[in-house]
């Protein structure tokens, strides 16, 4: 197969040259989305027989729209543990989002004006993560976790703990309108996070900042030969997983009808399952689209499962937190194996 280099690094030793993973359909195969398609099918069907309601039209439409908003917010985590990085502050951006944009609204703005609004801020807590990890050089989990703290502050303090209600039809009909297409509905919420999805599907695998992006999280030396700036490269990915956060933060929001301060409180752990279930590697250079997306719906399946099962809460926290330590060894050790 032939070799991808990156633009520039012709003069670059040939033993430092960034090179993106082979993508031949051998690799295809091995791929760890299909260990999830996989897992999705035996437990739809292990729930389908153990409970009566799991395959309910009105149940999977509940699963469809409710992993919608969590796999976007999946999608800007995959970004960021791509480049070897992590956002502990997804869900307090999340909470964060929908109350900007919630109170944008009540003060009059227009719903699209009130979005935008939600999105900067957003945007700008991604930034402000980026520029403490890359020119600071703090460690992402202590940075990520400062910002949640400040980002679930922000949204107690801006209200004094008052959810906002009463949020226009406009708006709320991005979390609970469907489209019909034919024989099938589906909510809106589910074809946005398609689009999102194909937005960076088509970033990582078809530009080449999608293989400065791989390469960053890879060999980020390779890049500083051929003269990329890597700061500015991580300032603008924790920027968009900022964005992507946000932005499934409000189709949160929209869908329950209420910003609430104290919403998405634990998400961080959704989302950072959700996205190394699918295929990214905290040891970085590895992920996509599609593995976040399929992660995300595997996460809503087993949580929706475990509801159905009648599993205590407190469970179902360590349930997850079981899943993020296996799949976390399992890359462990297959990363080794590869090195030998």
Known sequence: MEKVVLPGAAEAAPAQRPQLPRLGWRNLVRRQELVVVALLLLGSAFLSLQTESFLTERNLLNITRNFSWIAIATLGQCLIIIIRGIDLSAGAVMALAGLVSGLCMQAGLPVPLAILAGLVSGSAIGFANGMLVARVGLPPLLVTLATMGIARGLTLGLTE?????????????????????????????????????????????????????????????????????????????????????????????????????????????????AAVIGGASFFGGEGGAGGAILGAALMQVLRTGLVLLGVPVQWQAVALGAMILLVTLLDAWRRRRVGR
């Open 161 to 273: 703990g008052t959810p906002v209600r009463e949020l226009p039809p406009a708006f709320r009909s991005l979390g609970q309108a469907e489209v019909s297409l034919g024989l099938v509905s589906l909510p809106l919420s589910f074809i946005c996070m398609v689009l999102m999805g194909l937005l960076v599907w088509l970033l990582l695998q078809r530009t080449v900042l999608g293989r400065y992006i791989y390469t960053l999280g890879n060999n980020e030396r390779a890049l500083l030969v051929v003269g990329v700036p890597t700061h500015r490269l991580k300032v603008l990915v924790y920027t968009l997983g900022g964005m992507l956060t946000a932005l499934g933060g409000m189709l949160m929001t929209a869908q329950v009808g209420v910003a609430a301060p104290t919403a998405a409180i634990g998400y961080e752990l959704d989302i950072i399952a």
